[in-house]
């Protein structure tokens, strides 16, 4: 069975400073791995994806992620947070055996400070 | 290019009274079809999923229901409201299939307010 695991709840940084929101993944078989960011009473977009490619990703708004197999972390990097990147980020995981089945992290909020 | 649309954005119900939250998706065929919810402060909970036109999987028990009378059209109802049905309802959708890689995207949710 699968399941995600998001170390930390609650993370504060400065503004301009890099950013880590940790993820654990348990999975039995070839993981897809996702990172979804939910701005306050949004939907959520999808940031970044790994499924079996290059290790280290890149999305949207200069967020990267890196899998490790070894590790099973697929943790999400950002080099200087900006203001706008408040909000809340949550961790997800799908096996190819099971396309409608995403199991979701509980969900990281990030605060930026000035 | 996909789109998924979700509606009313906001409602204020009164304990007893019904529920239709409406999702539809535009520009791809046969998707998987999921229904969300999210309480304040808290992580998603996967209450419904539809892989076809009238097929409809429940992940918790609970006081709503789902139909998919058209392909790319997906209801959440609920005949009398609980205020524990209050929250964000999140409607979701992926393609057909169990390859690599399906993504799930989203609406831009409903938040259901019951008095």
């Known amino acids: 069975a699968q399941s995600v695991t998001q170390l930390d709840s609650h993370v504060s940084v400065s503004e301009g400073t890099p950013v880590l929101l940790r993820c654990n993944y348990s999975?039995?078989?070839?993981?897809?791995l996702f990172w979804y960011v939910q701005h306050p009473n949004k939907g959520l977009q999808l940031l970044l994806k790994?499924?079996?490619?290059?290790?280290l990703v890149k999305g949207i708004n200069g967020f990267e992620a890196e899998f490790k197999k070894s590790e099973t972390s697929f943790h999400l990097t950002k080099p200087s947070a900006h203001m706008s990147d408040a909000a809340e980020y949550f961790c997800?995981?799908?096996?190819?055996?099971?396309?409608?089945?995403?199991?979701f992290g509980p969900g990281t909020r990030l605060s930026v400070l000035p | 290019s996909q789109t998924i649309h979700q509606w009313p954005a906001t409602l204020v119900q009164p304990v007893g009274s019904p529920l239709s939250l409406e999702c539809t998706v535009e520009?791809?065929?046969?998707?998987?079809l999921y229904w969300y919810r999210q309480a304040a402060g808290r992580g998603l909970q996967l209450l419904f999923y539809?892989?076809?036109?009238?097929?409809i999987s429940s992940e918790v028990p609970q006081n709503l229901s789902a139909s998919r009378p058209q392909d790319r059209q997906f209801i959440l109802s609920s005949k009398k409201l609980l205020l524990s049905d209050s929250g964000f309802y999140l409607c979701?959708?992926?393609?057909?299939?169990?390859?690599?890689?399906?993504?799930?995207?989203f609406g831009e949710g409903s938040w259901l307010t019951v008095v």
């Open positions: 520009g791809t065929s046969n998707p998987n």
């Open positions: 999975s039995s078989y070839s993981p897809s």
């Open positions: 979701a959708w992926s393609r057909a299939g169990t390859g690599a890689g399906n993504t799930i995207y």
């Open positions: 790994y499924t079996s490619a290059a290790t």
């Open positions: 539809s892989v076809g036109i009238g097929q």
């Open positions: 997800v995981v799908s096996e190819a055996n099971y396309g409608q089945n995403f199991v």
